[in-house]
């Protein structure tokens, strides 16, 4: 991944680009439209709010990640990981309070990208997000369970799992057969054509059977008309959301979350293009991008904007050559508004509740959470702990309790992988062959142990996470050797930790009157050993264990 400032927009035009590679833009962008104009809906309904502020997401926030962004394919709009978020910032603040912290998360996006914080998003262990994703997955379905049951509760539907099933298992005697009858029918459809006709867009045509049934039928299903009254031919006029800086204070903490979950979703997503086309997104770039198509959202009275993996997969597979798919995407998705939207009256709730339920079950990565529970107990219980804290916790909770134990398990793997070992120490001796005592000729060694020096090799990274099991082994040496050599030629890295257990072991052979060399250190390192008062006479540096059994040699004739 570069970390360029510069949108891929700019490069794919500095590149040249001509009518055949619009054509392929054009019809990839119309691909991603048709799968978009009823996931937007539905993601929007199911956070709480209207299904018109879905496409406005998608319209403006859509456009703004493909011309701004960092990768040549991503595509943005609502994503079925911030219905849980969304959700809930709408129970507490209304929209009014949902449109602030978008707000203010495109502002912190923004930011992170300037800062060039986006490399670091890469550091959230694969465990958490293949934990943290069956989670959302889990969440969505559940809130979905209402619509594909058609069930009536008395007030607001619980946001806590727990609690949801709870009143939803009281409002069973509500069941609607019709409802459920028309969710089936749209899951059934979606899967058919997707064993039979992957090539064709079943998300748009699921609804449209299911909405053709249940007008023609009379069915009693709730739809988009009865309970939303429809939505607007157009996009509204932009409008700073109410601020006060009570609400600020108050949806901070969303908008923080929002900016967490908006930035991992939207660069795992470009990752994933990367994947499948070889290319390389620029992260920051794409952090900026994320960031200004928010803030545009939240001015259009959109929900939050991220790059989605689904829609961006859709377009790779559609034949996308550049961004410009991404904002033909948002542009075909605004003319289906201004010429069908009296149309989207007819889709009944219960179908796109079944879009959903199909969504929630593909997020669930199957074959990598077999492939971690048959690895690694370690990757595991992270992946297990994440998923229970985003199920039954909170989201963010999830990733950072999850983060930290994978940065746990890592530092315990590291520290395990470090080695030391005691060398054999050959005896040095004169070799006078025909000449007397001062011949000059150089010194070879013979078999045997050289009873007054020891050499310890490290192998590994010495760091804070091995100091311990490193400091036990050096803290056994003999008090009556005289010399003693730390062989560090196979240490990439050491850390102030490290250097403060040399520091200590420096500091006892003082005491028992041994000298100390250390070899194969690398410049920084003596830098680090200097810096903690390690140096001439305390201690002698030489390049190679060969080096220092010379010095020995030569003090001891």
């Known amino acids: 991944m570069t970390d360029t400032l510069t949108p891929k927009l700019a490069s794919v035009f500095a590149e040249g680009y001509g009518p055949a590679r619009f054509k392929a833009d054009a019809l990839a962008g119309l691909t991603v439209a048709i799968v978009a104009l009823p996931l937007s809906m539905a993601i929007a309904i199911a956070s709480g709010v209207t299904p018109d502020r879905g496409l ?25 990981a911030f219905i849980v978020l969304v959700s809930a910032t709408v129970a507490r603040h209304g929209v009014e309070g949902l449109l602030v912290a978008t707000l203010l998360s495109g502002l912190m996006l923004a930011l992170a990208g300037y800062l060039r914080l986006g490399k670091y998003i890469k550091f959230i262990p694969y465990p958490v997000t293949v934990g943290f994703t069956a989670g959302i997955a889990v969440i969505i379905f559940a809130s979905q369970i209402g619509e594909l049951f058609g069930l009536k509760l008395d007030g607001r539907e619980p946001g806590p799992i727990v609690e949801k099933l709870e009143a939803l298992w009281a409002a069973r005697p509500s069941f609607n057969p019709a409802a459920f009858g028309v969710a089936g029918l749209t899951i059934a459809v979606i899967l058919l054509l997707r064993r039979f006709r992957p090539s064709w867009p079943n998300l748009l045509i699921a609804v449209t059977i299911a909405s053709f049934a249940t007008a023609l039928l009379a069915l009693p299903a709730d739809t988009i008309g009865t309970r939303f009254n429809g939505i607007p031919r157009g996009l509204p006029l932009p409008a700073l959301p109410s601020f006060s800086p009570e609400l600020v204070l108050a ?20 990752v994933v293009a990367d994947g499948m086309t070889g290319r390389r997104h620029r992260s920051s770039m794409e952090l900026i991008a994320q960031g200004v198509a928010n803030v545009g959202s939240a001015l259009f009275g959109g929900i939050c904007v991220t790059g989605t ?14 961004p410009v798919s991404g904002m033909l995407h948002a542009v075909f ?32 990565e199957r074959p990598a959470i077999a492939a971690l529970f048959r690895s690694s107990r370690g ?12 199920v039954f916790r909170d989201l963010t909770e999830g990733i950072v309790v999850g983060f930290l134990l994978g940065a746990v398990l890592f530092i315990d793997r590291m520290g395990k992988s470090v080695d030391i070992r005691e060398e054999t120490v050959p005896r040095v001796v004169r070799a006078i062959e025909n000449a007397g005592e001062d011949s000059g000729l150089p010194e070879r060694p013979v078999a045997g142990d050289d009873p007054d020096t020891v050499i310890y090799r490290i192998s590994g990274v010495f760091f804070f996470g091995a100091a311990a099991s490193v400091g036990s082994v050096l803290d056994r040496i003999a008090d009556q050797r005289r010399n003693f050599v730390l062989d560090c030629a ?35 390192m003596r830098r680090m050993l200097e810096a903690h008062e390690l140096h001439a006479p305390r201690v002698t540096f030489t390049a190679t264990v060969d080096a220092a059994m010379g010095e020995i040699a030569a003090t001891t004739r």
């Open 379 to 390: 990757d595991a219980a992270v992946l297990v702990v994440t998923f229970l804290l985003v």
């Open 333 to 364: 998705l605004l003319l289906f508004m201004l010429v069908a939207a009296p149309l989207a009256s007819y889709i009944p709730l219960a179908a796109l509740a079944g879009v959903l339920a199909v969504v929630a079950f593909n997020m669930v």
């Open 490 to 524: 196979d240490v990439p890295l050491l850390d102030s930790t490290a250097a403060s257990v040399i520091e200590g072991l420096v500091r006892k052979a003082e005491r028992a009157g041994v000298r100390v060399f250390i070899t194969g250190l690398k410049p920084d």
């Open 251 to 270: 949806v901070l903490p969303d908008a923080v979350a929002f900016t967490l979950l908006g930035a991992i979703e939207s660069l795992l997503s470009a």
């Open 56 to 80: 406005y997401t998608a319209i403006i926030g859509g456009f703004l990640v493909s011309a701004l962004g960092g990768s040549r394919f991503q595509v943005g709009g609502p994503a079925g």
């Open 309 to 322: 993996i689904a829609r961006t997969a859709t377009n790779v597979r559609s034949g996308a050559t550049s």
